[in-house]
């Protein structure tokens, strides 16, 4: 089993930034997909960015390609997400989550099998 505990959420206004943190524990050996997505309300749940441990390749979403940037530290079990440049439409809740192997698209949150509880961001104009 593994554990993915978010913090780092918070309302900021558009153009500053935030940086959120997910600790993982558990069973997590060897490489693993690690992301973050978001959900704002009314919308469905979708790929934010995700880095691949073994390689530490990454993939973005193209709405926040160049603004936002995730990265991982293996030392302290954490993963982050450093998103600067904040628009109004970034606000959502934000998940962690992590699986060892990804058979589809990264971004399809279904490929995905272990979760965080999440923690809002809120990016007001």
């Known amino acids: 089993q593994v554990q993915l505990v978010e913090s780092g959420g918070g309302s900021v206004q558009a153009g500053r930034s935030l940086r959120l943190s997910c600790e993982y524990s558990?069973?997590?050996?060897?490489?693993?997909?690690m992301g973050w997505f978001r959900q704002a309300p009314g919308k469905e749940r979708e790929g934010v960015a995700v880095?691949?441990?073994?390689?530490?390749?990454?993939y973005y979403a193209d709405s926040v390609k160049g603004r936002f940037a995730i990265s991982q530290d293996n030392d302290k079990h954490t993963l982050y997400l450093q998103m600067n440049s904040l628009k109004p439409e970034d606000t959502a809740m934000y998940y962690c989550?992590?699986?060892?192997?990804?058979?589809?698209?990264?971004?399809?949150?279904?490929?995905?099998?272990?979760w965080g509880q999440g923690t809002q961001v809120t990016v007001s104009s």
């Open positions: 989550a992590a699986s060892p192997a990804i058979p589809g698209r990264w971004s399809d949150p279904t490929m995905f099998r272990y």
């Open positions: 880095i691949y441990t073994g390689s530490r390749f990454t």
């Open positions: 558990g069973n997590i050996y060897g490489a693993y997909w």
